[in-house]
């Protein structure tokens, strides 16, 4: 069973940053695919990013390219997602989630994903 904590949200003013961190424990963590997914309220949960098991390949959100980066420490089972340039929009549970085996859902869909953090809140405030 692997367990995902995510950690780092908070309240900020637009165009400012935080850096999200997501502590995997149990399993073979460097083994999966970790994805970012944020829910707004009365909104579906929605793709953010994800990483491949090597990091070596990323993905993104077209609504977060160029703004949010998502890295790995797999010697620390930790997937982080730094998030700059915060807009009002990007307010939601953001939800850390592992893929441990192939999927026949593409990587943007939650279906994809076996695992997931209990989610944390991030405010941009106008």
């Known amino acids: 069973q692997v367990h995902l904590v995510e950690s780092g949200g908070g309240s900020v003013q637009a165009g400012g940053s935080l850096r999200l961190s997501c502590a995997a424990s149990?399993?073979?963590?460097?083994?999966?695919?970790m994805g970012w997914f944020r829910q707004a309220p009365g909104k579906e949960r929605e793709f953010v990013a994800f990483t491949r098991w090597r990091g070596s390949s990323t993905d993104y959100a077209d609504s977060v390219k160029g703004r949010f980066t998502i890295s790995r420490d797999n010697a620390k089972n930790t997937v982080y997602l730094q998030m700059n340039s915060l807009k009002p929009e990007d307010t939601a549970v953001y939800y850390c989630?592992?893929?441990?085996?192939?999927?026949?859902?593409?990587?943007?869909?939650?279906?994809?994903?076996?695992?997931w953090g209990q989610g944390t809140q991030v405010t941009v405030s106008s």
């Open positions: 989630a592992a893929m441990s085996r192939n999927s026949r859902y593409p990587y943007a869909s939650p279906r994809a994903y076996d695992y």
């Open positions: 149990g399993g073979t963590f460097s083994s999966y695919t």
